[in-house]
């Protein structure tokens, strides 16, 4: 992959290369069977990149990121199996790994993360959700790795731009100066609320529980509201309409005890028609069990699938309740596309790239279009550095609450050595509370405290124990 010296024209920030790129992985089974959409999750490898880069001057820094390879959400062809959907997500890494490594000059972070994207989705064509995968964990590592190397937090790096947003490979539509003036806007929180999710298989109240883990961790959404004192949730839709509102009005019946709460609901794709939709719609409004539970719902996520959502036209769904697309966010222009379908929101995670977020943060911003919005998703982040630098993304970008489930699905940060535990645990004790097994993601007031994520580097003051883990098979 040509990366010419000119990529970032008049951009000021430092330039760099990547040299060494080496890939791992850990094996996680969940806790809980994960339902989401016709799929259920039950165990996934967790990919871990570690990535060194040289800066012009020639010295060279570590850095580090990690994702779960989730079967069934980056492609959900029913002729794939799930070992298939992990392997394409292995693939990706592979091949943005090469592209990344071939010679070429020093160049900005965000210059060198879009010609990955671009090169490792030409390479792989017919999916650039899961072609993207590999891209987005390089760009992290890479970023990372320089913020060691400069001694500085992520948020800073974001927010002084030196991640070189702007130049050539900034999208035509976006003006360099109102991005550079987003950026320098950014304010992290120092806490931010935890969206719970509540999967199509998961007890409801402790009476569903059929076979108890009894590993002290909550099982049932009663359980957890009472644990982790969550006020944000998201449930999960099956698009059968009899049972959905069989389930929902089993959620309303725990979650109408609070004084106050939100939801978001997530089509998870399973919605063939609008019709159908609105017939789930229609009978929500229909049942005065659910009045309390309708009136909180903030919004509706990906209803119909990949496949027929930029050719389905929400009508006059888009005139109940805001939408968003999160599934068929699969390339720049996706959400423009969107838009002109009804859709308002459109969500950020990190397995699809931080410069992403971070430029449809700068378009919402900045344009003109009212009520567009932009919302934190989860792909089972697991404790360590996949949930740390999700988390101050979505931070920085302003966003309230954020889906998070891979705390409930999985205990702790399974499979790491006990060094590697404590040293998280040591580096952010504001994020960790230690349980039977080493850290857990703590949670209290329904909120997660973040403050020691402006550690230096990409949202972690340690490392994971590299040597302890498979290479990518």
């Not at 230690?434 to 973040?450: E, K, M, N, V, Y």
């Amino acid at each position: 992959m040509t990366m010419d010296r000119s990529i970032g024209g008049s951009v000021t920030a430092p330039r760099i290369r990547i040299i060494e790129i080496d890939a791992f992985e850990r094996d996680i089974k969940l806790r809980l069977p994960f339902r989401f959409g016709a799929a259920t999750l039950e165990k996934a490898p967790q990919a871990f990149l570690r990535v060194r880069i040289e800066d012009e001057e020639g010295r060279t820094a570590l850095g580090a990121a990690a994702e779960m390879m989730v079967p069934k959400w980056f492609d959900k062809n029913p002729a794939l199996t799930p070992a298939q959907n992990v392997d394409q997500l292995r693939t990706s890494i592979r091949t943005a790994a090469a592209a990344s490594l071939e010679p070429s000059a020093p160049t900005t972070l965000f210059a060198a993360a879009r010609l990955n994207e671009m090169e490792t989705v030409r390479r792989l064509p017919g999916n650039p959700l899961a072609a993207g995968f590999g891209p987005s964990l390089i760009a992290r590592a890479a970023l990372d790795a320089y913020c060691r190397l400069a001694g500085i937090s992520f948020f800073e790096a974001v927010r002084c731009n030196l991640v070189g947003i702007g130049g050539p490979m900034l999208p035509d539509d976006i003006d360099a100066d109102a991005a550079l003036a987003v950026l320098s806007d950014l304010r992290p929180a120092g806490l931010i609320s935890a969206r719970h999710t509540i999967g199509l298989l998961d007890p409801i109240t402790e009476g569903d529980i059929v076979h108890p883990v009894g590993d002290g961790l909550p099982e049932s959404l009663e359980a957890v509201i009472t644990r982790y004192g969550n006020r944000w949730f998201k449930i999960k839709l099956s698009g059968a309409i009899d049972a959905d509102i069989d389930r929902l009005m089993r959620i309303a019946a725990v979650l109408d005890r609070m004084p106050d709460y939100r939801v978001t609901v997530d089509g998870n794709e399973q919605f063939g028609a609008p019709e159908q939709l609105a017939a789930l719609l229609a009978q929500i409004e229909a049942t005065p069990q659910l009045a309390r539970l309708r009136a909180a719902i903030a919004f509706v996520e990906q209803p119909f699938s990949r496949a027929i959502t930029m050719e389905t036209p929400l009508g006059n769904l888009a005139a109940q309740l805001p939408f968003l697309i999160d599934e068929s966010d699969d390339g720049d222009g996706a959400f423009a596309r969107a838009r002109g379908l009804g859709y308002t929101g459109v969500s950020s995670k990190t397995c699809k790239g931080i410069c992403r977020s971070l430029l449809k943060a700068i378009r919402i911003r900045t344009g003109t279009v009212p009520g567009l919005f932009l919302s934190g998703e989860d792909l089972t982040c697991q404790a360590g550095l996949a949930v740390q630098q999700d988390l101050a993304l979505v931070s920085l970008l302003g966003l309230s609450h954020v889906e998070r489930n891979g705390h409930h699905y999985v205990a702790g940060m399974q499979g790491a050595s006990q060094a590697e535990k404590a040293r998280f645990a040591a580096a952010h004790p504001d994020l960790y509370e230690q349980g039977a097994d080493g850290p857990l993601l703590s949670i209290r007031d329904g909120r997660i405290t973040i403050t020691s994520l402006e550690a230096v580097g990409y949202a972690s003051g340690a490392l994971p124990d590299f040597e302890a883990m498979t290479p990518l098979s």
